[in-house]
């Protein structure tokens, strides 16, 4: 639970922030810099070029304000729906330095938490991170914050399969998007009167986006939404007093299990707030993706291999390439087969296979852990029956306890 608590407030603490407020692109000026407006009188374009020019580490939340200007004018703006949808996760971090605040009471050191809050310089940006009610005091807290990350994730992610066969081109330093998934530079802006900025844009390229890198892109995103489910498909409430229950050393396990459903009352129920039915659209994209990726290998990686600028003026300018298309496509055919029928495995060398469900808790969720635990153990603490034998629903012929230790005692 403490390392859960600890990431939360790693997370918060690694969020930069934004810092710009109106701004107008007249395009790249000779030199370094740039200058930045914006007016309600601007077009959508010309909003959506500032707010382009505003997404720097610690200037993306104004970049978000000015998207919403742009698209209250057109609501159509594929580029600035683009951005929006992107900047969706950076902004569920709205607070969260002080949201946190009660977590780092209970289990960090809140002198050194207020003395590096009172360090920080009096910027937007601060003031971001600061602008929220201290209200993450619990697991269950944490949870719904990654929760609220992961489902801004997933819309960015749909918004690129919507739209995978739209062209876009970008003109922004890569830190906010290509050095998510490849390494690039970064810039800044600084704020030199109330409507203008100044950004430095030595590190600006034009990069193009199509179908390849929108698939790209969304592949690394679904990686990340997969991984999540670990800490937001099922409820770890209470798991913060875990170690003040009577549970001594040398406890039975049907004495934990019991200690566990008496005082923990909603630990493993599953959430509302999940993502586990989403992982068979993380699947079937990732097949139909894959494939994609095989058939026009010789158009995504000409030369065979990641070269700088082989897709040159694309976001993945080293191309999208495939090392074993052969090995590739057998793996997308197995993982297509799992989530589309059972399996039959042999798990155990003494024992006749098995038919599987491995997609089964994903269509079909438990929607309570400690019913699939064992109810049955011998005088070695070792399980000899579960309350469910298929395990729910992996175990097809619910013959799950086949594989528990029966033999006697040493």
Known sequence: MKTLIVKTILMAGLVTQVACENSKSKGLDAGSKKQVYVTSSMSSADLTESAEQLITPTQFM?????LDMALEKDPNNFKAQFYKQFLKSFMVNKGIVARVKPLVTKYGNVKDYEKSINALPDTPATRFLLDGKEDISKVKDVQTYISDYQIALNDFRKFLIENQDKQLTIEISSTYLENLFKDSDSYECTQVSPSQYECDVRNITKRKLSTPDFMAIRQSIAGMIFFLNFYTAYSFEGIEILNTLDIKEGSTP????????????????LRSQNLLKETMSLGSDLV??????????????????????????FLFHKGICVKNADETLRGLAMLEQVMSSTIKVKLDAN???????????????V???????PKSFNSCGQATALKDNTLGGVFVNGDADRLLEKSNCP
């Open 62 to 66: 104004t970049a978000d304000r000015v």
């Open 254 to 269: 049907e004495h934990v299990i019991a200690i566990v459903n008496e005082k923990l009352p909603e630990f493993g129920k």
């Open 288 to 313: 139909s993706a894959g494939r994609w990726a095989v058939q026009y290998q010789n158009q995504l990686c000409p030369k065979g291999a990641e070269v700088a600028h082989q897709r040159k003026g």
């Open 351 to 365: 024992l006749p296979e098995f038919e599987l469900d491995y997609m089964a808790w994903y269509k079909n969720p």
């Open 367 to 373: 929607q309570d852990l400690l019913a699939v635990v």
